[in-house]
């Protein structure tokens, strides 16, 4: 990882990744981040994995998708929106090439200090045999059940109470 994104002790720099709010224009270069960060994890839960499902994943709320850069590289996905009194993190995708540096657990870091301002949890689902869960749980995501499908679990965020 360049050392230009790093903070002073050395983790993934939040305030180096700008992002910018997705167009239909994008959907190629989002399609191809979907099969090289999702197809494995797909084909192991046994969920779709078509060409198909894939756009429709992709298209799924594109107006709340928004592209993570570091300078002028690609390096991710990032779409959530506001559901009621929670924040519900759809998806969260890494280039391969820059996933194990902190970049998801920094993205995901700006909505939980968003959603813990606000009073509010922040949910999302995770299929079973994504590693991500790792992160989602080193985080404060508890599981709370599973997707009907039962490909997914459903996870919860909730902010620390406030001290008195």
């Known amino acids: 990882m360049d050392k230009t994104y790093k903070d002073r002790d050395g983790v993934a720099d939040a305030a180096a990744v700008t992002l910018r709010q997705a167009t239909r224009d994008d959907v190629p270069a989002l399609m191809a981040l979907r099969r090289a960060t999702m197809l494995e994890h797909l ?3 046994g969920a779709p994995d078509d060409e198909a499902s894939l756009l429709a994943r992709v298209e799924y709320r594109l107006e709340d998708a928004q592209l993570a850069y570091l300078g002028d590289e690609l390096i991710g996905l990032f779409k959530a929106h506001e559901m009621g009194d929670a924040w ?13 540096q902190g970049w998801g657990a920094a993205l995901i870091g700006r909505l939980l200090e968003r959603a813990a301002s606000e009073g509010r949890s922040v949910v999302l689902h995770v299929l079973k045999t994504n590693p991500a869960r790792r992160l989602y ?3 404060g995501f508890v599981i709370e059940g599973a997707s009907e499908d039962g490909l997914e679990y459903v996870m919860r965020w909730r902010a620390a109470p406030k001290a008195a």
């Open 137 to 139: 749980e080193r985080l």
């Open 43 to 45: 084909r192991s839960a």
């Open 88 to 100: 519900m993190l759809v998806q969260v995708q890494i280039a391969p090439a820059r996933q194990g």
